[in-house]
């Protein structure tokens, strides 16, 4: 995925300015910076939820998986959380229901493979912070992506989860290779795990030393807040 000299941002509000930005095949980059930085703009854009202002977008045949903030995925809905992976989905399935009864299987398994099947029955506005973050990264894998781009996935949630989801993350990253973007800012999770770090702040984002941000020297209060 590659933006050139790309403007980012809303229609009269420009966020980012001019950036050059590559993200390869199977990378693994943590994106920091202070709040309203854009680094949710960033993921949007990369995404396609939002348009460039200006510049080029090439996604270089990466098909995405996108995880919301928590915030955003508020559902006061009685739905299961089958039902929102399954509903996430199906919009990109054709009208088949012999498909569908063999999606719902793969359904299942995206869920297995996020530790949230235990509770696939339970109504998605019930469960906690941690299982609603495990629900809606099975359902970004159930567009069967090969990269998953996540805002801000650790929010609110405990430590022991926040290692579960980055663990999770670095098997896929590792064994099928799938590209990983997230912003957070409990970087600890990652340390060890994560490519490359970006920076979002200040209309620019930079990558910086890798080497600084494993051995936990870099300067976490000036890449996240």
Do not use: W
């Not at 995925?1 to 403007?7: K, N, V």
């Not at 990369?46 to 977008?57: A, N, Q, V």
């Not at 090969?146 to 999770?168: F, Y």
């Amino acid at each position: 995925m590659e933006l050139q000299q790309a403007s980012l941002g809303y229609r009269g509000n420009t966020v980012l300015e001019n950036l050059d930005l590559k993200i390869a095949a199977g990378d693994f980059v943590v994106i920091g910076g202070p709040n309203g930085g854009g680094k949710s703009t960033l993921l949007k854009t990369i995404s396609g939820l939002i348009p460039l202002l200006k510049g080029t977008r090439d996604v270089g045949g990466m098909k995405f998986g996108y995880v919301p903030q928590q915030a955003a995925s508020d559902v006061p809905l009685p739905i299961t959380a089958f039902e929102i992976v399954e509903l996430g989905a199906s919009a990109l399935l054709p009208l088949h229901r012999t498909f569908f009864r063999m999606e719902r299987a793969f359904y299942l398994e995206c869920l297995r493979e996020c530790q949230a099947d235990a509770y696939a029955k339970k109504n998605f506005g019930e469960l906690s912070g941690g299982q609603r973050q495990r629900v809606l990264l099975a359902r970004s894998l159930a567009v069967r992506p090969n990269a998953l781009l996540l805002d801000e996935p650790t929010a609110g949630v405990d430590h022991a989860t926040q290692l579960v989801i980055a663990r999770l993350l670095a098997r896929l990253n590792r064994e099928q290779r799938m590209t990983v973007a997230l912003v957070t800012h409990e970087f600890e999770p990652f340390r060890g795990i994560a490519s490359h770090f970006l920076r979002v702040a200040d209309g620019r984002a930079q990558f910086l030393d890798i080497a600084a941000f494993t051995n936990g020297t870099a300067n976490t209060p000036n890449v996240g807040s």
